[in-house]
């Protein structure tokens, strides 16, 4: 059961929570959270393509989006906003990589480490919410086109280049690309209509 | 090539391929630098990224636990679809393990082998029964000479007169070897002096040649074939 004001929070847009987190309401940044980590965290493994430095990145994100947040100005919406935030913080992880050399990222909240967790993120809700969007997921690329279903499949979980789907489909490699994406398209498009997380 | 546009912005369709690590390291730099300026690739990574993940995400805990079954494929059906012949089979059965195969051919070759021994002792009771062919007539010894008399009665006397050869040894033997392949044999039949001569043989059906007293060697003893002929002409008056 959430708390009152939590629900509250619920109702508002991303641009009043942001208002109310500047105006040091702590729930109203966690709430953010709430509704964005998922994304977030999906950006950063589509950056990274590991789970782990994906939820570091996802993490330092969320903890640049509240030190910053009296920086926001309105001008793009809060999801760009974090975004911009996300990727700036997975091409840093990329060159540290790159370079070979592991640099602790200060804190500097003084060694009071935020996480900011949101509401529910343990309980055992989540594990019902977990085998829904499972089925969601699975029934929206099920109704998928056949031609867009079986790029996901082989590139999903048959773990192919794109390389070797065009070699097996016989399509031009170009083609291959612009079928995934389009069927990637298609699915944020189910999946936004169907409500994955519940409140 | 045409590019494909996805968003208004031309890097996007470099969207894909970045987000599955399948970008060159030149191409991988120059849209890195983009989305830090460009918020509707941004944007669109985000979404993209979004959707990518919940298949992910499904696939690791939807399937990723899943044992893989162990497939198996029947042996008729592999031999089927790759056309393999019976010895082939034979063989992969012998392939893969000698014991019961062993046991299975050795098994049909020792039955065979009765088999086998039990009919060819048939065949050969069979053969003293059912044989059709006339045996061949015991041979005629060349030293007993016997004259040659055509039937009907006809008496060559000429034949049967002893008289001088006047060819070499050497020709008398050729001629002779070619009479001597026919064993012939005197029967005296009831009409004296008309002794006719039978060949045994079944399968001669040509006129038995005359042998003459010239035909044979010189060195046989003729003494003794002149005194068995005078002998027959005696005892059939």
Known sequence: MLAKHERMLIDHNDEKLVELAVANDPDAFGEIVRRWERKIFALCFGMLGREDEARDAAQETFISAYRNISNFRGEAKVSSWLHRIAVNQCLTVKRRARTRSEEFIDDESGGEEKVFIAPAHRSPARTTEQTERLTIVRQAVSSLPSDLRQVIVMKEFEEMTFQEISDTLELPLSTVKSRLYTALRQLRMKLERTPLEIN | ?237
């Open chain 2, 1 to 237: 090539m045409k590019d494909i546009k996805f968003t208004d912005c031309r890097y996007s369709i470099d969207i894909v391929p970045y987000m599955y690590g399948e970008l060159s390291s030149s191409d991988r730099s120059v849209f890195e630098s983009h989305l830090l300026d460009c918020a509707v690739c941004t944007d669109e990574f985000a979404e993209i990224s979004n959707a990518r993940y919940e298949v992910y995400d499904w696939k690791k805990l939807a399937f990723d636990p899943l044992p893989t079954p162990a497939f198996e494929i029947p042996r008729d059906v592999q031999h089927e679809a790759a056309g393999v012949s019976w010895i082939d089979r034979l063989r992969a059965a012998f392939a893969q393990g000698w014991a019961i195969p062993t046991v299975a051919f050795a098994s049909i070759a020792i039955f065979a082998g009765l088999t086998g021994l039990f009919l060819m002792s048939s065949d050969t009771d069979v053969a003293g029964v059912n044989k059709t062919t006339v045996p061949a007539a015991p041979p005629v010894t060349v030293d007993s000479p016997l004259p040659v008399i055509e039937a009907g009665g006809k008496s060559d006397t000429a034949a049967t007169t002893v008289g001088a050869d006047d060819r070499k040894p050497a020709e008398r033997k050729a001629a002779t070897a070619a009479h001597r392949t026919e064993p012939k044999r005197v029967i005296r039949t009831s009409r004296p002096g008309q002794p006719r001569i039978i060949d045994t043989r079944a399968t001669r059906i040509e006129t038995p040649s005359v042998p003459r007293l010239n035909d044979f060697d010189e060195d046989e003893d003729t003494s003794l074939r002149l005194a068995q002929l005078f002998e027959d002409i005696e005892t059939s008056d």
